[in-house]
T-cell receptor
Framework: KAGVTQTPRYLIKTRGQQVTLSCSPISGHRSVSWYQQTPGQGLQFLFEYFSETQRNKGNFPGRFSGRQFSNSRSEMNVSTLELGDSALYLC??????????????FGNGTRLTVT | AQKITQTQPGMFVQEKEAVTLDCTYDTSDQSYGLFWYKQPSSGEMIFLIYQGSYDEQNATEGRYSLNFQKARKSANLVISASQLGDSAMYFCAMREAGRTTGTASKLTFGTGTRLQVTL
């Protein structure tokens, strides 16, 4: 079974631009979550989608948004990029059932650098 | 609020030795899951092991075992027979059932422990 696939692996953008990151979950998984990882703040939860609906959202500004398609693939968008948005963005999928006892399976991440 | 504490920023262990990575947690929820992940320098987060709050026996997965002490709210990871390939960051994480708080889908991570395996 293929794992979680994130594209692209690396991105370099300029401040003020916008960016879209993509995530394909493990086949059969209906839940997709996004996390931001920085040296200063560690791993922080952005949002989770289940069956095309946002189920939970972290404490991030509205510049961060996401969506999920009918095939469970998900995209994350960051508008008006700031230098502080430079981070590793990790996508994770799970079957979405059982909730607290479902492990999340992560992709390789997209490393975003904002200059 | 849910919280995970990993007090060891870095650990060294010799090859073939066992090592324990500490994790304590705080939650008011009765139902929760505890997870350990490994993150090599490549960046991918690799799921290692899971322990449920209602599980009476400690979880084991190959060379990994989880020393779960519910009363102390600790969930330490034990790696037996360390290998050079075990060198990585290790994160402890928790998910609460959160039926009333809506936190069910969120995974809270600790700050991680960097493990270096030496010859």
């Amino acid at each position: 079974k293929a794992g979680v696939t994130q594209t692209p692996r690396y991105l370099i953008k300029t401040r003020g631009q916008q960016v879209t990151l993509s995530c394909s979950p493990i086949s059969g998984h209906r839940s997709v979550s996004w996390y931001q990882q920085t040296p200063g703040q560690g791993l922080q939860f952005l949002f989770e989608y289940f069956s095309e609906t946002q189920r939970n959202k972290g404490n991030f500004p509205g510049r961060f948004s996401g969506r999920q398609f009918s095939n469970s693939r998900s995209e994350m968008n960051v508008s008006t990029l700031e230098l502080g948005d430079s981070a590793l963005y990790l996508c994770a999928s799970s079957d979405g059932t059982g909730v607290f006892n479902s492990p999340l399976h992560f992709g390789n991440g997209t490393r975003l650098t904002v200059t | 609020a849910q919280k995970i504490t990993q007090t060891q920023p870095g650990m060294f262990v010799q090859e073939k030795e066992a090592v324990t990575l500490d994790c304590t947690y705080d939650t008011s929820d009765q139902s929760y899951g505890l997870f350990w992940y490994k993150q090599p320098s490549s960046g991918e987060m690799i799921f290692l092991i899971y322990q449920g709050s209602y599980d009476e026996q400690n979880a084991t997965e190959g060379r990994y075992s989880l020393n779960f002490q519910k009363a102390r709210k600790s969930a330490n990871l034990v790696i037996s027979a360390s290998q050079l390939g075990d060198s990585a960051m290790y994160f402890c994480a928790m998910r609460e059932a959160g039926r009333t708080t809506g936190t069910a889908s969120k995974l809270t991570f600790g700050t991680g422990t960097r493990l270096q395996v030496t010859l």
